[in-house]
């Protein structure tokens, strides 16, 4: 346990060295800065890896069934995706306020409990179950990722800003395409969790668990991103308008993952 | 032996001086042959652009080449031509080269023609036979750092002109203008260049409206757009992703009644309107509507000043590229084994003049100043004149297979002991060189901490002073 709080707090520690220089490049860009933070990214990086195996071993299963464990994979995936990304083409900014949202979740997986917390029997569903549900919200951050930089360059567009965000962003259109690929990837995989885990309640509980808040939630959620779709394929929205409200769908994918499983009988997470 | 470049370019020489020293394509044979047949020129690479005229050259002294290249230049460009020369020795010759290769010497900042001139140049001499193997390395590194600037930095990637800087707002909303409609709005000579830049962007249709429905037609012809007369410019605004306009109109061409009309009948789709008409074709107040990317004249002047702002800060990344391009040159240089053999005949062949001069100054006590001076130089000349061919051999076949046996007959037939040339080699030719010789982690943590104290100087790289001769 020492040896995982230690790695861990490496792990949040170099995360967040890594993301203020990502900030500092960002205002004002320095190839050596530049360098240096993906260089403390890649080790953040290792050290998760490090972590999650030595958690693997010390459980002797898939360590997804605390809110901890389920945080800190969430980032591991933001950080896997970027780096992958970020040594195909270049990603620059995007590689900033991915980070930036997979820290937050590392951050906040830091101050939650490391032991288990479900009450719940385990079993293979529910590991897919839970699986497929952060690789979703993992494809949701990136939508917000993505949304909020079009934000942010849409503003500059208007406002007639030309500094260096302007230069290193990409184009609205590409971001706006991003967003949509992201959520369009995330949907159904989010279905896929929620009918797993409506199984999995079905043969654990015996019956089909309907009220229980975290269901109606992600329902709801699936629905959220569900309409941002419709919303754009058939009443041609896009734009700023569009973009926004998928920043306002992550929000509720932060509250459904960090308020509603409070209130539920099986998810806290 | 130094590498040795002179020229004149458009900081330090007029136009008038510029034209007489440069060089056409037609005389390059005859310049380059010239040179192959002086002596004291042993490499050359001539460089002419608009901007520049330039000789690179290996000399087998310094001074001597220098006089030399003075002297081609006062041909060329009379005695003014002296007066706007610039000659830079070695290491400062080198990373003069790469400097222009990546456009950091150019008039425009990150220009990326320089690097295709600088590619023939050295393509031309190498094909006569100008080049040995210094400038073929110099100049193939040059040319490889000149690429990392633009592949890498990017420094050539943000537009400098006006027409240039509309395509890059129209590509930071659009990305990709393949599938894009454009609506050249007046056919006036600053919607003939935007639009010319636009179609190379492959844009799927463009629409031309202008008063004068023939000059419409005229524009349309050239770019295989479609006219459209005055009265249909509500349609065109209707369907077009990308608005260009510049009418010599002396009021609002497309005011907010007509833009709101046409951009309710196009939905949500973005549309980018750029007005470089002076006085304004589009009432600022479009700007305002939901969707619309308005651009004017100054907007674009800020995106161009942005733009430069930007190059130049890019231009620090690009010197610290040509320091490592340097620091590779001056380890490959070091590597030569035949650098420190040279080095120690010349020395010989110096000492040896030196002990004749003081023999003669003992025997004639007489001479004159100007007697000393000349004798002085005609004793160095032979000197230099029995050394050039040998040199030059042992330049030949330290790089041909097994060179390393040719180098220990040459070193055994001029008289070189082991210690001459552990001396010579230790006298590193460019110090950097043999600082980089080193590895691994402490080199890396070196070299990351000089990366952040190089950044804390900005530009000013390689301090001035620091640098030896190439060859003694």
Redesign the interface.
């Known amino acids: 346990m020492a040896t995982e709080r230690i790695l861990y707090d490496t792990f949040v520690a170099l995360y967040a060295l890594s993301v203020v220089l990502f900030f500092l490049d960002a205002v004002h ?4 800065l530049n360098r ?1 933070a993906l260089g403390l990214l890649f080790a953040s990086f290792v050290l998760e890896t490090v972590f999650f195996l030595d958690r693997l071993q010390a459980l002797g299963t898939v360590p997804v069934l605390t809110p901890f464990d389920a945080l800190s994979l969430v980032a591991w995936l933001i950080l896997a995706v970027t780096l992958v990304l970020d040594a195909f083409f270049r990603v620059d900014l995007v590689l900033f306020v991915a980070n930036l949202t997979g820290f937050g979740m590392a951050a906040f997986a830091f101050f939650r409990p490391m032991g288990a917390v479900y009450t719940a029997p385990e079993g293979d569903l529910l590991y897919l179950h839970i699986g497929f549900a952060l690789v979703s919200y993992t494809a949701f951050a990136f939508a917000f990722v993505f949304s909020l930089m079009y934000l942010v ?1 849409h503003r500059l ?2 406002a ?1 800003r ?3 965000w ?2 290193r ?6 971001l706006d395409r991003l967003a949509y690929r992201s959520i369009l990837l995330g949907l159904p995989l989010l279905l896929v969790a929620m009918v797993l885990g409506t199984i999995w309640g079905k043969l654990t509980v015996g019956r089909f668990v309907y009220l229980d808040p975290k269901l109606f939630s992600t329902t709801v959620l699936w629905g959220m991103y569900g309409i941002s779709l419709l919303l754009r394929a058939r009443s ?4 700023p ?1 569009l973009v926004g409200y998928n920043v306002l769908c992550f929000t509720a994918v932060i509250a459904n993952l960090l308020v509603v499983g409070g209130f539920s009988l099986f998810h806290h997470v | 032996m130094h590498i040795v470049v002179a020229g004149l370019n458009h900081k330090t020489a007029p136009v008038e001086v510029r034209e007489r020293v440069s060089v056409p394509e037609g005389e390059l044979a005859e310049t380059l042959a010239a040179m192959r047949r002086t002596r004291t020129v042993l490499e050359s690479v001539v460089l002419s652009t608009c901007n520049r005229t330039e000789v690179y050259a290996v000399v087998s002294s310094s001074r001597a080449g220098e006089d030399y290249l003075r002297t081609w230049f006062a041909r060329r460009g009379g005695a003014e031509a002296s007066e706007h020369l610039y000659i830079r020795e070695d290491r400062e010759a080198a990373r003069h080269l790469m400097r222009v290769a990546c456009g950091l010497d150019s008039l425009v900042l990150g220009e990326t023609q320089i690097l295709g001139q600088v590619r023939d140049a050295y393509l031309a001499a190498a094909d006569a036979g100008n080049t040995g193997a210094l400038l073929n390395q110099l100049f193939r590194r040059a040319i490889q750092v000149g690429k990392r600037a633009q592949a890498e930095a990017g420094i050539g990637q ?1 537009p400098v002109s006006v027409s240039y800087a509309a395509v890059q ?1 129209v ?6 203008l393949a599938g894009k409609r454009v609506l050249v709005v007046g056919a006036g000579k600053m919607s003939r260049l935007t639009a010319q830049h636009l179609f190379a962007q492959g844009i799927a249709a463009m629409e031309v409206c202008n008063r004068t429905l023939a000059r419409a037609q005229e524009l349309a012809r050239e770019f295989g757009a479609s006219p459209l007369p005055w009265e249909a410019l509500e349609d065109g605004l209707a369907r077009a992703d990308v608005v260009i306009s510049s009418t010599g109109a002396q009021g609002f061409v497309i005011d907010t009644a007509l833009a709101g009309r046409a951009l309710a009948r196009r ?4 549309v980018v309107m750029v007005d470089i008409a002076v006085p304004r074709d589009i009432d600022p107040a479009v ?1 305002a509507l ?2 619309v ?1 308005l ?1 004017d004249i100054d ?1 674009l002047e ?2 161009v000043a ?2 430069l702002a ?1 190059r130049e ?1 890019l231009a620090r ?1 690009v010197e ?1 590229m040509i320091a490592d391009a340097l620091r590779e040159y001056g380890r490959w240089l070091a590597e030569q084994e035949v650098v420190p053999l040279i080095a120690a005949v010349r020395e010989k062949g110096e000492a040896i003049q030196a002990s004749v001069m003081e023999s003669l100054a003992r025997k004639l006590p007489d001479l004159s100043e100007r007697e000393r001076e000349l004798l002085h130089k005609h004793t160095m000349s032979i000197v230099n004149q029995l050394l050039r061919d040998p040199v030059k051999n042992m330049k030949e076949l330290a790089i041909a297979q097994g060179g390393g046996a040719h180098l220990e007959v040459f070193a055994q037939v001029f008289g070189i002991s082991d210690d001459d040339l552990r001396r010579h080699r230790d006298a590193s030719l460019w110090p950097e060189a043999s600082d980089a010789a080193g590895g691994g982690l402490p080199e890396l943590v070196r070299h ?1 901490g000089e ?2 104290r190089r ?1 804390g100087r900005g530009r000013d790289i390689d301090p001035p002073g620091t640098l030896q001769p190439a060859f003694r």
């Open positions: 860009p320095r190839r050596a240096t360059e567009l208007r007639k030309w500094n260096r302007h230069f962003s990409p184009p609205l259109d590409k041609g929205w896009s734009g308008r | 943000n707002l590509r930071k909303v659009f990305g990709d939905g949500r789709r973005p700007g939901g969707q990317y651009y907007d800020g995106v942005a733009n930007e800060r990344d610290r990351w990366a952040l950044e």
